[in-house]
């Protein structure tokens, strides 16, 4: 059973524009949420998060958006630029739970020059 | 300073073999993770120690042991390797705040 999923296996984008991945999951205790990039061959590196008391959180480039009743959480990057290219994962974590984190399958992001 | 190491990197090995991969964090945290992510690229939780204490178990086989000798230092033992143990690996750790830092993963390919 997934509970965090990514739908779109991948995305391609121009230098510039915006990009938004998407991220739905299944399990209302879920009451905070992360995205982390990960370029080949490395770890994957934490980007933002963001609580399920709030439905927006903003850091430069990056925005979060959390719909809780949707249960869809998406990420913005604006501009895109070519060093975003790379995978992005959503991850989500109750409290209950301490801080085991259950993630989507990702999604890679081109970004063209 | 690499926030969190493993070694190997590169670990190909034959079936049936004893093989370990070691982690170490020098950020001061309490919990540390062992994640698998598989063919199809999802990341799944195996291990969780907190403070050298095993705090999450997974649905693994007996052939995985981690070993925790200190709060820095998550190791991970597999006996009598299987062909669909090859996978990247990845050691994390978090200190409290959901946020975990990820090592740079151990490519496992069983022959």
């Known amino acids: 059973d997934q509970q965090v999923k990514q739908n779109s296996p991948s995305l391609s984008v121009q230098e510039g524009r915006i990009s938004i991945l998407n991220c739905d999951y299944t399990n209302s205790m879920f009451d905070y949420f992360l995205w982390y990039k990960k370029y080949p061959a490395e770890g994957p590196t934490f980007l933002i998060s963001i609580s399920s008391i709030k439905d927006k959180n903003e850091d430069g480039r990056f925005t979060v958006f959390l719909n809780k009743s949707a249960k869809h959480l998406s990420l913005h990057i604006v501009p895109s630029q070519p060093g975003d290219s790379a995978v992005y994962f959503c991850?989500?974590?109750?409290?209950?739970?301490?801080?085991?984190?259950?993630f989507g399958e990702g999604t890679q992001l081109t970004v063209n020059p | 300073d690499t926030a969190v190491s493993q070694t190997p990197k590169y670990l190909v090995t034959q079936m049936g073999n004893d093989k370990s991969i070691k982690c170490e964090q020098n950020?001061?945290?309490?919990?540390m993770y062992w994640y698998k992510q598989d063919s199809k690229k999802f990341l799944k939780i195996m291990f969780s120690y907190n403070n050298k204490e095993l705090i999450i178990n997974e649905t693994v086989p007996n052939r995985f042991s981690p070993k925790s000798p200190d709060k820095a230092h998550l190791n991970l033992h597999i006996n009598s390797l299987e062909l669909g143990d090859s996978a990247v690996y990845f050691c994390a750790s978090e200190g409290g705040s959901y946020e975990q830092y990820f090592g740079p993963g151990t490519r496992l390919t069983v022959t």
């Open positions: 950020l001061g945290h309490d919990t």
């Open positions: 991850a989500a974590s109750k409290e209950t739970s301490g801080s085991r984190l259950t």
